[in-house]
């Protein structure tokens, strides 16, 4: 089962900062999860709330956001310099960052592991047909079936479309071997206690992505 440290590891450092990436990365972990937010003056820049300080990071420039937030303030393309031999799973947070995380990701794509998600399933699509990576739908919701949850997708015409990060509070059994029979790799976002992890890799989840990686580092 692959560990993923959900916006890097943060018990000591600032969430999607290089502090944090670096201490999930000293700790052994897979892959670092983290989010791409568009800035007032177009930097890719990875911040996960859209409202920071009461202001929107859209509305801020890079600049601003380090300052409303206390500490610096990454963007993709310096991440990905930074950190080369992790799998990064890029969630897309804003339709508006899309064209320009796809220009990065064209540069990075034959170096890097990548699965770009999103809870925005047709960024998903755009993203599957642009780019040679990864590709995978946030689901926070039970779909009735698999098919239900691609039906709006042409999954046939998108074979990058190979990932399902379902929520734990959502997490079904039955659905996960449907899901991994059709070929999709099922990762699993937010599980807190070690029994959660370990109720993920008894289910055969192909990955974790956590704030707390160092319970699911033993089985």
Known sequence: MLILAHRGYHAAFPENTFGAFEAAVNMGVSGIETDVRLSKDY???LVHDRVVGGYPVAELTRVELEQVMGHEVPTLDEALEHFRNVLWNIEVKAAVALPLVIR???KHHETHRIVVTSF???LVGICASSLKV???LLVAHR?????SLLADLNHSDNPRINHIVWD???MDENLLKETATNGFRNFVFGPVTKAEHDICRELGVDGVITDYPQLAQYG
């Open 43 to 45: 930097a890719p820049v």
């Open 104 to 106: 990065i990701l064209e």
């Open 120 to 122: 925005r399933h047709d």
């Open 134 to 136: 990864n590709c995978g």
């Open 143 to 147: 779909p009735q079936t698999l098919d």
């Open 168 to 170: 734990y509070e959502v």
